[in-house]
């Protein structure tokens, strides 16, 4: 047997960790009565600001950040029709959409 050396394994290894992170992420469920929404979009054609505006809701923050707001006043169903990827409780990724301050 041929001697391999470990960098491809070990990269293979962590791409495929990451393809899980993000999987998990990506199916996180949204309660259909949340008040605040993490709406993920393209950022081609006006961005997650144009899909928040065409489901009919409101802009919260972060102001800067081009595939993600967080968002108020309409129903996930209306962000998904309107062309979000996917949607997220922004309570539990503080991380993502400072919605917490750090201690």
């Keep these: 047997?041929?001697?391999?050396?470990?960098?491809p394994?070990?990269?293979?290894?962590?791409?495929?960790i990451l393809f899980a992170e993000l999987a998990s992420v990506a199916v996180a469920a949204v309660a259909d009565d949340a008040d605040l929404v993490?709406?993920?979009a393209p950022p081609w054609?006006?961005?997650p600001e144009a899909v928040v505006a065409a489901a009919g809701g409101s802009v919260v923050g972060p102001s800067n950040?081009?595939?993600?707001?967080?968002a108020t006043d309409a129903t996930p169903a209306a962000f998904k029709d309107a062309g979000a990827?996917?949607?997220?409780?922004?309570?539990?990724f503080p991380f993502l959409c400072a919605t917490e301050t750090p201690k």
């Design 45 to 47: 054609h006006g961005g």
């Design 38 to 40: 993490l709406v993920v």
């Design 85 to 92: 990827w996917f949607l997220l409780d922004p309570k539990k």
């Design 9 to 16: 394994l070990i990269a293979l290894g962590l791409i495929a």
């Design 1 to 7: 047997m041929r001697n391999l050396h470990p960098a």
């Design 65 to 70: 950040a081009p595939l993600a707001v967080v």
